[in-house]
């Protein structure tokens, strides 16, 4: 089992619960856990997902709320995605996202990944805007 350590904002969009946050330690992973906080990037909401371990982040774009009740199976969507995008062996991407196969959520625990995360947040707001969006 890993752990997807969410903010409150997207714990609160998702519906979940105090009593649904897992209190497990999760399982070693080469990758480790992950926080993820909701955005909003031209009114749209976001999903950022950041990495504990090595601060590897990623975007959703645009979620509805619908897509939030299965977050866990869009990250892991998602990450076997940007896994493919670095060029990983199959091997390697497939180990990976092995580990993943059983996602908790759990709050926050790491103001550094936070204060990452919201650095990140802004340059992905930034980069999106002087694209055109």
């Known amino acids: ?47 950022l997902f950041v990495n504990d371990k090595t601060l590897f982040n990623f975007i959703i774009p645009d979620v509805s709320r619908a897509l939030l009740k299965n977050l866990s199976g869009l990250f892991v969507t998602f990450l076997a995605c940007v896994l493919a995008e670095e060029d990983l062996s199959a091997h390697v991407r497939e180990k ?19 204060g990452s995360m919201n650095d990140l947040a802004y340059h992905y707001q930034e980069y999106i805007l002087s694209e055109g969006g």
Not at 9 to 24: D, F, I, N, T, W
Not at 96 to 114: G, Q
Request: net charge positive; with cysteine; aromatic share 10%.
């Open 96 to 114: 990976i996202l092995s580990e993943y196969a059983d996602i908790e959520y759990a709050n926050t625990n790491n103001k550094s990944v936070l």
């Open 1 to 47: 089992m890993q752990l997807i350590r969410c903010t409150k904002k997207l714990q609160k969009e998702m519906g979940l619960k105090a009593a649904a946050l897992s209190e497990s330690e999760p399982a070693f992973s080469y990758l480790a856990g992950w926080h993820a906080n909701l955005i909003f990037i031209q009114r749209r909401k976001c999903v």
